[in-house]
């Protein structure tokens, strides 16, 4: 499986990086640009959830950016080198640049940013196969209480090529079912019984809209009857779980 390349943009659309990947497991964080000789100027990796990180055993030094959960640069590390440390309380994610892009990028603290898949062209398929794609977007109706996690999703469900046409709180799926929506991605926060009865409901109303639930910690108490993805650690599945019920080739798998 590999990790969704995104490209990141200043609020008002300039570039800072062109091609970020996202480390969003715990095992794509612990890597990290461990094993890497170099990091070229418009590449990146994105480690979120993060606060704090190490450059142990790197062999080059990089740029160290921290946003809080509203897009915002609260810290900027300038050249960080190896087998340094640097965090920043408040941080929700952290992107690690190659040394003096966030000078030649202008990029600095206080500045929005925000995040954009990367076109079909520039993962190398043809032009027709990307009008195909950009043509085709499945409509998702999120349904979460957690305003972090719609953050996470909504760039994940970006990157995969997924439009979200609501985002509601759980009890307000169904009526927002009514209006359309191809799949639902469900989170059952710390309330799994309760998803799994809302499931159900939506389900003999709409039997043909796939769902697909995550939730905290919901790998190890998911029923035998129905899979649960952890929120946090298997989002990468979870949407190849959509890709897979909606028939779309381009699971991440």
Known sequence: MRAVALTLRREDGRIVCESVRVADTITRRMHGLLGRKSLPPGEGILLRPAWSIHTAFMRFPIDVVFIDPEQ???????????????????????????????????????????????????????????LQRLEHRAEIVLASDDQRF????????????????????????????????????????????????????????????????????????????????????QMDEAIDALDASLGKSGSHR
Do not use: M
């Open 72 to 130: 915002v640069v609260i810290r900027i590390e300038h050249g960080l080198r190896p087998f340094k440390t640097a965090s920043c309380r408040g941080a929700r994610e952290i992107v690690e640049l190659a040394a003096g892009e966030c000078e030649r990028r202008q990029l600095e603290v206080g500045d929005r940013v925000a995040w954009a898949s990367l076109s079909s062209l520039e993962e190398g398929l043809s032009s027709e196969n990307a």
């Open 150 to 233: 719609v953050k996470l999703a909504r760039f994940l469900l970006d990157g995969r090529g997924y439009d979200i046409t609501a985002q509601v709180r759980p009890n307000e799926i169904r009526s927002t079912l009514e209006n359309g929506g191809d799949a639902v991605l469900l989170d059952a926060g710390d309330g799994l019984a309760d998803a799994l009865k809302l499931s159900n409901a939506i389900r003999a109303a709409r039997p043909e809209i796939p769902i697909v639930i995550v939730g905290e910690e919901a790998a190890t108490r998911s029923p035998e009857s129905a899979r649960v993805y952890d929120k946090w650690e």
